[in-house]
């Protein structure tokens, strides 16, 4: 196997991908009526929603809204079409950055499972507490564990804010 994969060679230099990638996303991107700072807002946030939705497992971070805004300003002051889609690679390759997730996210993902579990049996033997029986397994875990999950992106948000 290893043979014959040296006859397939390296595919196309990363340079020449970023360009036909870029090339790609900027004629999506112009394809949009720009009149605004709103409608180039919605379209770099398309952007990046489609890089979200298709590609599987690796998500990316939007831009803020100042950095989409700065872009704006230097892209409506461009001359030709030349320089903008030069302006809008440069601000894709410097604002795509893969989405990370944090060690809290992590945790509370492997942690709420056993601890839903353990929650659900305890609360079976008291007695206000009778209907908990009534839930199966297979939903109070899930449903548990995506709220703990929840409760901790929103408070550390609100935390570092």
């Not at 946030?45 to 971070?61: E, M, T, Y």
């Not at 100042?66 to 889609?85: G, L, M, N, P, S």
């Amino acid at each position: 196997m290893g043979g014959s994969m040296g006859f397939l060679g390296k595919g196309l230099p990363p340079a020449q991908m970023m360009n036909m990638v870029m090339g790609s996303l900027y004629k999506q991107f112009t394809q949009k009526a720009i009149n605004n700072f709103d409608d180039f807002h919605v379209a770099v946030l398309d952007i990046f929603n489609n890089f979200n939705s298709a590609l599987p497992g690796r998500h990316f971070d939007f831009p803020t809204p100042d950095e989409i805004k700065a872009c704006f300003t230097r892209w409506k002051e461009a001359k030709d079409d030349e320089e903008k889609k030069k302006l809008f690679i440069e601000f894709m390759t410097k604002t795509v950055k893969p989405s990370k997730l944090d060690d809290v996210t992590m945790i509370t993902g492997i942690v709420s499972p056993p601890a839903a579990m353990a929650a659900k049996r305890a609360g079976e033997n008291v007695p206000q507490l009778k209907l908990i029986k009534l839930i199966p397994d297979v939903i109070f875990v899930p449903t548990v564990t995506i709220l703990a999950i929840v409760s901790a992106k929103l408070s550390r948000r609100m935390y570092l804010k």
